[in-house]
């Protein structure tokens, strides 16, 4: 069993930063892709940022410059930087991982149970 479990949400006045982590657990042979994906209350479940195994990235446009996502691959562990937060960064923040459970099982995505990040004064 494959297990994504978050941490680090809670609420900041605009202009504050969190830390975002995610650890994956349990039967892992290989991590590729692991990304941060958010839900407001409303609208579609968009990409906030992506990181490859490899280390290359890509950012929503609205999170450019403001939030930095980064990985640990010896504690299958991403990590997302967010900084300046505004209050429409409000949501629910949902980690992802493209992982191989083992050599003789299909890559597959596995998800987080989200962590609440509310931005309001």
């Known amino acids: 069993q494959v297990q994504l479990v978050e941490s680090g949400g809670g609420l900041v006045q605009p202009g504050g930063s969190l830390r975002l982590s995610c650890a994956a657990s349990?039967?892992?042979?290989?991590?590729?892709?692991m990304g941060w994906y958010r839900q407001a209350p409303g609208k579609q479940r968009e990409l906030v940022a992506a990181?490859?195994?490899?280390?290359?990235?890509n950012y929503a446009d609205s999170v450019k410059s403001r939030f930095t996502i980064s990985r640990d691959n010896a504690k299958n562990t991403v990590y997302l930087q967010m900084n300046s937060l505004k209050p429409e960064d409000t949501a629910v923040y949902y980690c992802?991982?493209?992982?191989?459970?083992?050599?003789?099982?299909?890559?597959?995505?596995?998800w987080g149970q989200g962590t609440q990040v509310t931005v309001s004064s």
């Open positions: 992802n991982a493209d992982l191989r459970p083992t050599i003789l099982l299909p890559r597959y995505n596995y």
């Open positions: 349990g039967t892992i042979f290989s991590i590729y892709a």
């Open positions: 990181i490859a195994d490899g280390g290359n990235t």
